[in-house]
């Protein structure tokens, strides 16, 4: 079946500095999503890319899908501890009535 | 998020019995899901509902069972609760299918906090 795989599983980031985390689907998506999970809280939408090759910023959040929409990545510039959390992708299944898998998230922590 | 709730927000529970956790959605969502978030495993699916009665099992179906008798509730039973199922569970909603391409994407519960002693 599908797999939807994250790296890093952890990513230790110093205020101020940027990082990138990776997406990568074992098939084609229709579209990917991103959710945002901050300690103790429940995972919240962040945004969903269509299109291959798409880009959408969010202020200092950049989301991208691939050419081959089988991968996709977010970049965090400047980096503050507002950014904690587990940042996770999900993908289309692409069964009938369509449900999500997600990956196994990157857990952001920064130290100031 | 405000239009979907999980009771309870937590439970302690004993190894045989059944439990019964509770998703409430004011928004009118056709599809709703359940969830189950252990470290290291990110969010599994259990059951998911595209409609009144219409359920199907997801990954990790074993030992759990669903309903939908309305729109806005959606149960999740553990028929004889595990060690294994001591968890996170979350409730989500979502306004279309995750293959439609003007999707909102899915709208959590806060959550429920499973232990099973």
């Known amino acids: 079946g599908q797999q939807v795989m994250q790296i890093p599983q952890y990513q230790h980031v110093q205020e101020g500095e940027d990082f990138t985390t990776y997406c990568n689907s074992s098939?084609?998506?229709?579209?990917i999503q991103w959710y945002k999970q901050r300690p103790g809280g429940h995972p919240v939408f962040l945004i969903q890319?269509?299109?291959?090759?798409e880009v959408k910023k969010q202020k200092r959040l950049t989301f991208q899908f691939g050419e081959a929409k089988k991968n996709s990545s977010l970049h965090i510039t400047a980096t503050q501890t507002t950014d904690v959390g587990t940042y996770f992708c999900?993908?289309?299944?692409?069964?009938?009535?369509?449900?999500?898998?997600f990956g196994a998230g990157t857990q952001v922590v920064v130290t100031p | 998020d405000a239009g979907i709730t999980q009771s309870p927000r937590h439970k302690v529970t004993e190894t045989g019995t059944p439990v019964t956790l509770r998703c409430h959605q004011t928004?009118?969502?056709?599809?709703m899901y359940w969830y189950r978030q252990d470290p290291g495993h990110g969010l599994r699916l259990i059951h998911y509902?595209?409609?009144?009665?219409?359920?199907d099992k997801g990954e990790v179906s074993d030992g759990y069972s669903v309903s939908r008798s309305k729109t806005e509730d959606f149960l999740l039973t553990l028929e004889s609760a595990t060690s294994s199922q001591t968890s996170v569970y979350f409730c989500?909603?979502?306004?279309?299918?995750?293959?439609?391409?003007?999707?909102?994407?899915?709208?959590f519960g806060s959550g429920t906090r499973l232990t099973v002693v």
């Open positions: 989500a909603i979502s306004e279309s299918s995750p293959e439609g391409l003007t999707n909102y994407g899915y709208t």
């Open positions: 098939t084609t998506l229709s579209n």
């Open positions: 890319l269509v299109k291959s090759g």
């Open positions: 999900a993908g289309p299944t692409g069964d009938s009535w369509g449900k999500l898998q």
């Open positions: 928004e009118n969502h056709r599809y």
């Open positions: 509902s595209y409609g009144v009665k219409d359920t």
